[in-house]
């Protein structure tokens, strides 16, 4: 879905630089392309099993026909950047981001997150990646994209739009929480001692390394090495040195 509509505003923007254009037109893909085209290509590469693709290809054909009117203009797409967080003689921690899209509506700019799903609920003001992502633009407003693959709704109930706002108060609670955190992680990197968090264990239907961490310590780097491929980390930071 992400990929489908990355084109799609891509489309709409007539910018074709991404590293996601430049190999659909390698693929023979032209700035005219019908987006779910390319959804059926990257489908293809995912190995997603048919019925998916057609599912998620049909959601987004909706998407597009119920916003084909639409009163939100895009700016960006799939755009990155950083901003210092903070900073001291030993330490310089540096948030990195990329957003979906970023539009305006009048007076309003806001980033947009898009979230698929197969419930309604609505987002949460709490969520750290939406508070970040205020942060990191200098933005009060956040619009969260909702395309819901529920079979029994309408258009209008699937695809939903929630625009968070957030005071600048709570933009700076977030910014000093973090900071708090994120040096606690620094001094577990320096020490090399990362304290269990219990609680989590068993959120979102268990984390898949419990069965590692139910081993006795002695034995858990052994199945770590069998049973999970590590591949290489992603790192924002590496697209915007490409980009500059």
């Given at each position: 879905?992400?990929?489908?509509?990355e084109v799609h505003y891509s489309q709409?923007?007539?910018?074709?630089?991404?590293?996601?254009?430049?190999?659909?037109?390698?693929?023979?893909?032209?700035?005219?392309?019908?987006?779910?085209?390319?959804?059926?290509?990257?489908?293809?590469?995912?190995?997603?099993?048919?019925?998916?693709?057609?599912?998620?290809?049909?959601?987004?054909?909706?998407?597009?026909?119920?916003?084909?009117?639409?009163?939100?203009?895009?700016?960006?797409?799939?755009?990155?950047?950083?901003?210092?967080?903070?900073?001291?003689?030993?330490?310089?921690?540096?948030?990195?981001?990329?957003?979906?899209?970023?539009?305006?509506?009048?007076?309003?700019?806001?980033?947009?997150?898009?979230?698929?799903?197969?419930?309604?609920?609505?987002?949460?003001?709490?969520?750290?990646?939406?508070?970040?992502?205020?942060?990191?633009?200098?933005?009060?407003?956040?619009?969260?994209?909702?395309?819901?693959?529920?079979?029994?709704?309408?258009?209008?109930?699937?695809?939903?739009?929630?625009?968070?706002?957030?005071?600048?108060?709570?933009?700076?609670?977030?910014?000093?929480?973090?900071?708090?955190?994120?040096?606690?992680?620094?001094?577990?990197?320096?020490?090399?001692?990362?304290?269990?968090?219990?609680?989590?264990?068993?959120?979102?239907?268990?984390?898949?390394?419990?069965?590692?961490?139910?081993?006795?310590?002695?034995?858990?780097?052994?199945?770590?090495?069998?049973?999970?491929?590590?591949?290489?980390?992603?790192?924002?930071?590496?697209?915007?040195?490409?980009?500059?």
């Amino acid at each position: 879905m992400h990929d489908m509509l990355e084109v799609h505003y891509s489309q709409q923007l007539q910018k074709f630089t991404s590293d996601r254009w430049i190999e659909l037109m390698k693929a023979g893909f032209t700035p005219k392309s019908d987006a779910a085209d390319a959804g059926f290509y990257f489908a293809a590469k995912m190995n997603l099993p048919t019925e998916i693709t057609e599912e998620v290809v049909y959601q987004f054909r909706e998407y597009r026909e119920y916003y084909k009117h639409d009163s939100w203009n895009p700016l960006a797409v799939e755009e990155v950047g950083s901003k210092l967080l903070f900073e001291n003689e030993d330490l310089k921690i540096i948030y990195n981001f990329k957003i979906d899209l970023i539009c305006e509506q009048g007076n309003v700019i806001a980033p947009f997150d898009h979230k698929t799903s197969s419930q309604t609920r609505e987002p949460s003001s709490m969520s750290n990646q939406f508070i970040a992502y205020c942060w990191g633009l200098g933005l009060n407003n956040i619009v969260i994209n909702k395309i819901g693959f529920q079979k029994t709704l309408t258009p209008a109930k699937r695809f939903m739009r929630y625009i968070l706002t957030l005071d600048n108060e709570r933009i700076r609670e977030w910014v000093n929480n973090s900071i708090w955190w994120l040096l606690q992680y620094d001094q577990h990197l320096l020490n090399n001692h990362f304290p269990m968090n219990l609680t989590s264990c068993d959120k979102y239907g268990a984390c898949i390394y419990r069965p590692v961490c139910e081993l006795n310590p002695l034995s858990r780097q052994a199945r770590l090495e069998r049973d999970f491929n590590p591949g290489e980390n992603w790192d924002v930071a590496k697209i915007l040195e490409a980009k500059e």
